[in-house]
């Protein structure tokens, strides 16, 4: 079970969704039933048939940034394009990038907001071990509102080549966003409404929110050939501890735990180890 092969399949890209339905909530739903061994065919939107009183439902308040970077080398004029990671306590960014050609510290990079204007340049500190470089923003903005300003949604590469549409803004995010810094979407979790929100908390089933900051990992492909030597990129995760007791309360009372897609079943387990 070591080979990366034994794990390759053919997705037919017609079969790939490039854009949301209009009702997120209608989105197919497979619903197993392991002690009756059956398996059946439902809507997102049956999902408040399925709770109980007592219940409770965890969702990923992750929010996503407009973490991909286009722009120019400034010396140059040469093409580049890079993704967003994340910021340090100096102000320095985390950032991947690719160019034609070396690129070298001190160099800068002239970004290219989404409606086509130029923004701030990049400064290019120091290159990694893992290939991320580390980076100087020439902006006095704070980081997520500087990135509101310049930064494209990271859509992945299987949904329209990786280009954005405007509409991303609000499609490639879920309506319990809160807390940026992710750069992919909890996708489970788009497909969640405000009103099935209401339904399933009619139910007597309560909500609570944990944060996973997607990162590369979602990305990046596998390069090696066994499983074992594959490199993990890591995640930023947190639960309160508030929120971990009532959801331990809830199920020794008797309540289920339904979390939203597998962003949340890491927190958790991981949280419960």
């Not at 690129?103 to 989404?114: D, F, H, Q």
Request: aromatic share 6%.
């Amino acid at each position: 079970m070591d080979d990366i092969n034994r794990y390759d399949f053919e997705l037919p890209q017609s079969l790939i969704a490039q854009h949301p339905l209009a009702d997120r909530s209608s989105a197919r739903l497979l619903v197993v039933d392991r002690k009756a061994g059956t398996i059946e065919h439902r809507h997102v939107r049956d999902l408040p048939q399925f709770f109980r009183c007592g219940d409770t439902l965890v969702v990923n308040n992750t929010k996503v940034v407009p973490a991909r970077l286009i722009g120019c080398r400034t010396r140059s004029g040469g093409k580049w394009e890079g993704l967003f990671l994340g910021f340090e306590p100096d102000g320095l960014w985390t950032i991947l990038g690719k160019t034609r050609g070396k690129v070298n510290p001190g160099e800068t990079i002239t970004l290219i907001a989404p409606d086509g204007q130029t923004g701030f340049p990049l400064e290019m500190v120091s290159k990694q071990d893992d290939g991320t470089w580390r980076v100087k923003p020439r902006t006095d903005q704070e980081t997520f509102t500087a990135l509101d300003k310049v930064g494209w949604v990271p859509i992945p590469p299987y949904i329209r080549s990786g280009k954005m549409d405007e509409s991303d803004r609000t499609d490639y995010q879920t309506v319990f966003a809160r807390e940026p810094g992710a750069v992919a979407a909890p996708t489970a979790g788009l497909h969640f409404t405000p009103p099935l929100l209401r339904e399933i908390k009619a139910k007597g089933a309560a909500r609570f929110s944990i944060t996973l900051h997607v990162g590369v990992g979602t990305f990046k492909p596998i390069s090696v050939e066994r499983l074992s030597e594959h490199r993990m990129h890591s995640e930023w995760g947190t639960i309160h501890a508030e929120t971990a007791a009532e959801i331990n309360a809830r199920r020794e009372r008797g309540g289920r735990t339904v979390a939203v897609g597998t962003t949340c079943v890491r927190v958790l387990e991981s949280a419960a180890t």
